[in-house]
């Protein structure tokens, strides 16, 4: 299913599907920038790759990487203008795609189930995420 929606992201707008989810974290907080840190776990990516395609992200004018103000030590990335518009060109595509290769194929009853089972594995997750680690 991903190589499929990132095929369908860089035939259409040059832009992996990689990319796609940062600018759309990125897009999605309230002044365009997040945290390296917690860039690279929203993405699920390491660090250090997360890195390198910030850098590529950046050659492009994507994004732009600065120091974090509260603590002076953390790196935020930022979505530009440019990285603005790529999203907005991109995200019918890849609404579409989603459609074509998953929501189309259901039955309603089908994404109701579909539904119960995501919630059930993000209250899942949500749960061992607060749980205090040993």
């Known amino acids: 299913m991903m ?12 832009l992996s599907m990689a990319e796609y989810r940062i ?5 999605e907080s309230v002044d365009g920038s997040v945290r390296m840190s917690e860039l690279a776990d929203g993405v699920l990516s390491s660090r250090s790759r997360l890195t390198h395609q910030i850098r590529r992200m950046e050659v492009q004018d994507m994004v732009t990487r600065s120091t974090c103000v509260d603590d002076g030590r953390g790196v935020l990335a930022v979505i530009t203008e440019e990285g603005r518009r790529r999203l907005a060109e991109a995200a019918p595509t890849h609404v579409r795609s989603v459609r074509r ?13 579909l539904g119960t089972i995501f919630e059930k594995v993000d209250a899942a997750m949500d749960t061992s995420a607060a749980a205090p680690r040993r």
């Open 23 to 27: 600018l759309v974290m990125l897009s």
């Open 101 to 113: 290769h998953l929501v189309d194929l259901l039955s309603p009853q089908e994404l109701e189930v």
């Open 3 to 14: 190589g499929v929606l990132n095929k369908d992201l860089q035939d259409g707008h040059d």
